[in-house]
């Protein structure tokens, strides 16, 4: 059977003690009732606006339906509420809910763009107006937690970190990364943490061939997000974050000579590096035979590669070794490259290791929003896919920070959009507003008018 030969009303003869008739007959109700918290977050930080500006429309005036700024807010709220795909659009045509975060009347506005008008948009953007997009991503991140934090900040924490997103067709630029064994791009994203809080934020998104190496157009984005953050936060310090694949030359003397910047950077174990933690390992493993356990030792030295023509740096030592139940002993030293003064313990677990929190942030953009569904054929309509998965993400996290002291303030994307956004939803039009009837049983409608009240609503 296909679509259009399934029936739309079923019967349950003898589920229950009485006969049960499904039908989908509800013209004017939807399934993303608590998607208007979105629209509303988007109304205080402008992202799909600001989206728009940067996009240049070349279509004939008069044949225009629907604008760049509708097509922009229509992929955005649909990637944040679960429909990542350009085929959802014809599904989600007549959606009251969609439509109303569009501005259009839910009843009798016009129907959303179709998939061959989605594909149009994604394919008609420059590689210009991308880079003004990305900059724009940034500014509206930035301009948030200024405002957020009245420009005051005592560190801002800047993590850059790869990740594979495979490909399975002809995309452009798509190439076999050996180290993930796969075919793939290679996006980078970069996150900003404030002070001490717990929350990293997305502020840039860059689509990359597969087969780049992990350093390519890092200095550039770093260097375009020091230049927003110091406007926006004049006396704040910077702590770069980086895994092994940024420890070069180029990239390390690039951070030497920014101002008022500390660094952590991993580095891929060497030969000398390797007699610098001997004495460690062994103290290790002394203690790790006496504890039956895994053990830690740290220290720190003074290390110069070649290629560092005899700069010498501060390198934070994890001498390790992992015992697990049935297996034998097994070294594991780590290296981290650093200006901070800090003991080396402190500097490797309190400091290096909080990246990997990045790590959720990343699986949530993965596996909640699609940031993966780059199957164009072009490569610029999949970096701008990434732009608008981004934005979607940038715009949830604004919820959850909304969420603050309620049980969804530490919340996964998948549950946020779980438990907040998917209400079954009745639409009600009348000649002075328009009534959402949301469920009753809602469980968790108190924390769903807490933040609706946080984004500007009132109560009513």
């Not at 959606?95 to 594909?119: E, F, H, V």
């Not at 309509?381 to 949830?396: F, S």
């Not at 920070?401 to 919340?411: G, I, K």
Request: proline share 5%; net charge positive.
């Amino acid at each position: 059977m296909n679509e259009s030969t399934v029936p739309h009303t079923v019967l349950f003869p003898d589920l229950f003690d009485k006969p049960v008739v499904a039908t989908f007959d509800q013209a004017h109700a939807s399934s993303d009732g608590g998607a208007v918290l979105l629209k509303a977050a988007d109304r205080r930080l402008g992202v799909t606006a600001g989206i728009a500006a940067c996009l240049t429309d070349t279509r004939t005036a008069d044949k225009i339906a629907h604008s760049l700024s509708a097509l922009v807010a229509q992929r955005v709220f649909g990637i944040a509420c679960g429909y990542p795909d350009g085929n959802d659009a014809d599904r989600l045509a007549d959606d009251p809910i969609q439509k109303l975060l569009l501005d259009r009347d839910p009843i009798t506005g016009r129907p959303l763009a179709s998939q061959p008008t989605i594909s149009r948009f994604e394919n008609g953007v420059s590689r210009t107006a991308l880079y003004r997009v990305g900059r724009e991503l940034a500014a509206c991140v930035i301009a948030r937690h200024q405002q957020r934090l009245h420009g005051r900040a005592r560190v801002i924490t800047i993590d850059l970190d790869p990740t594979d997103d495979p490909t399975h067709g002809a995309q452009q630029l798509t190439f076999f990364n050996g180290h993930y064994d796969t075919w793939c791009y290679l996006p980078v994203l970069a996150f900003l943490t404030f002070n001490d809080e717990v929350e990293q934020y997305l502020c840039a998104a860059v689509l990359r061939p597969g087969n780049v190496p992990a350093t390519a157009g890092a200095r550039g984005l770093l260097r375009r997000l020091l230049a927003l953050l110091r406007l926006a936060f004049p006396q704040a310090r910077f702590l770069v974050r980086l895994d092994g694949g940024y420890a070069t030359p180029e990239m390390l003397d690039f951070l030497d000579a920014e101002p008022r910047l500390d660094y952590v950077v991993a580095m891929a174990e060497n030969a000398v590096l390797t007699r610098l933690a001997e004495a460690a390992m062994i103290q290790a493993r002394q203690l790790s035979d006496a504890s039956g356990q895994t053990e830690h030792v740290y220290l720190d030295a003074e290390y110069a590669a070649k290629s560092w023509r005899g700069h010498l740096r501060r390198i934070v030592i994890k001498a390790e070794v992992v015992r697990l139940a049935g297996r034998e002993p097994r070294d594991n030293a780590r290296f981290v490259i650093t200006t901070l003064r800090q003991t080396p313990r402190f500097v490797y677990t309190r400091v290096y290791c909080a990246r990997g929190d990045i790590e959720n942030r990343i699986k949530e953009l993965h596996q909640d929003l699609a940031i993966g569904r780059t199957s164009c054929t072009k490569f610029w309509a999949n970096q701008l896919r990434v732009l608008l998965t981004a934005a979607a993400y940038i715009l949830l996290q604004e919820v959850r920070l909304r969420a603050a002291r309620t049980r969804w303030a530490r919340a996964q994307v998948a549950t946020l959009r779980l438990r907040l956004l998917k209400l079954g939803v009745s639409v009600v039009t009348s000649v002075r507003r328009m009534v959402l009837h949301l469920p009753l049983s809602a469980p968790d409608r108190a924390t769903w008018c807490r933040i609706a009240c946080q984004l500007g609503a009132r109560p009513g």
